[in-house]
């Protein structure tokens, strides 16, 4: 069975950087596209940073610049590097895979919270 386990979040200050990682439980290769989404408090999840197998990112406008999504294959692991972090990227954040037969993973999340 496919796990994904965030590890990383917590709490800093306005400006600060954190690391979130995402271990699977197999190997990254099996998924077509990995992403991380999060989701604040009222608010509907919504998507941060994607990457696909062929390593192509895409970003939120609100995180360009500041946030960057990589990948570890021998590790199965994704990382999303976070810098200049502000009280909006306050969030529960989930780490997600996608597998070209159509099935997808959610990890539990881990909470960033920012403090102004």
């Known amino acids: 069975q496919v796990q994904l386990v965030e590890s990383g979040g917590g709490l800093v200050q306005a400006g600060g950087s954190?690391?979130?990682?995402?271990?699977?439980?197999?190997?990254?290769?099996?998924?077509?596209f990995m992403a991380w989404y999060r989701q604040a408090?009222?608010?509907?999840?919504?998507?941060?940073?994607?990457?696909?197998r062929a390593g192509n990112t895409n970003y939120a406008d609100s995180v360009k610049g500041r946030f960057t999504i990589s990948r570890d294959n021998a590790k199965k692991t994704v990382y999303l590097q976070m810098n200049s972090l502000r009280p909006e990227d306050?969030?529960?954040?989930y780490c997600y895979a996608f597998e070209v037969a159509g099935r997808n993973y959610w990890g539990q999340g881990t909470q960033v919270t920012v403090s102004s």
């Open 41 to 52: 408090p009222g608010k509907q999840r919504e998507l941060v940073a994607g990457i696909t």
């Open 90 to 93: 306050t969030a529960v954040y």
């Open 18 to 32: 954190l690391r979130l990682s995402c271990a699977a439980s197999v190997s990254i290769f099996s998924f077509d």
